[in-house]
T-cell receptor, first 112, second 114 residues
């Protein structure tokens, strides 16, 4: 499945810094979710946006925030990075509830 | 608590052999269940989706089953190929709080050896 693009593919940041990860969804995909996947674990839900508003959130602190734009792109922002934030961050989008999510290939974030 | 448990955690089989992966879930309300294949460092790719009323669904060499009474699902891979080496993740969707929440299992890491 293609159509969801994430950038960058890899990123190294220092503890305490801020990072912005980007996701470009297929046209018409008005729902986007972000996930954090630690090595060897399943993805953990961070939050979901529908038509540019957050409508669901997992157990992540407020320093994880997001934005969704009218052009079907979205961002995940993480402030005050911690070592445990090192993970693969996945973006997934879909058009309606009748369709499944399409995942991007992820951004591998390493915090040192 | 909504949970998805998968077994085994990892599995090694020889090329050409069959295998079955298990998924048990305690998710309510249940919307649907998907099996995803995830290659290392890549995003998950959907293999099958099953709703409450479906018992079996096949996609090429993949056959998924769902028992909604016991809340169990399985993914059977037939005539395995080297390219089947990946993590297989069971994901249960639950409509809650006005949005569809996905609960992921930790995955089964499958290695197919020649």
């Amino acid at each position: 499945e293609t159509g969801v693009t994430q950038s960058p593919t890899h990123l190294i940041k220092t503890r305490g810094q801020q990072v912005t990860l980007r996701c470009s969804s297929q046209s018409g995909h008005n729902t986007v979710s972000w996930y954090q996947q630690a090595l060897g674990q399943g993805p953990q839900f961070i939050f979901q946006y529908y038509r540019e508003e957050e409508n669901g959130r997992g157990n992540f602190p407020p320093r994880f925030s997001g934005l969704q734009f009218p052009n079907y792109s979205s961002e995940l922002n993480v402030n005050a990075l911690e070592l445990d934030d090192s993970a693969l961050y996945l973006c997934a989008s879909r058009a309606t509830a009748n369709y499944g999510y399409t995942f991007g290939s992820g951004t591998r974030l390493t915090v040192v | 608590k909504n949970q998805v448990e998968q077994s085994p955690q990892s599995l090694i089989i020889l090329e050409g052999k069959n295998c079955t992966l298990q998924c048990n879930y305690t998710v309510s309300p249940f919307s649907n269940l998907r099996w995803y294949k995830q290659d290392t460092g890549r995003g998950p790719v959907s293999l099958t989706i099953m709703t409450f009323s479906e018992n079996t669904k096949s996609n090429r060499r993949y056959t998924a089953t769902l028992d909604a009474d016991t809340k169990q699902s399985s993914l059977h891979i037939t005539a395995s190929q080297l390219s089947d080496s990946a993590s297989y993740i069971c994901v249960v969707s639950s409509l809650s709080g006005g949005y569809n929440k996905l609960i992921f299992g930790a995955g089964t890491r499958l290695a197919v050896h020649p």
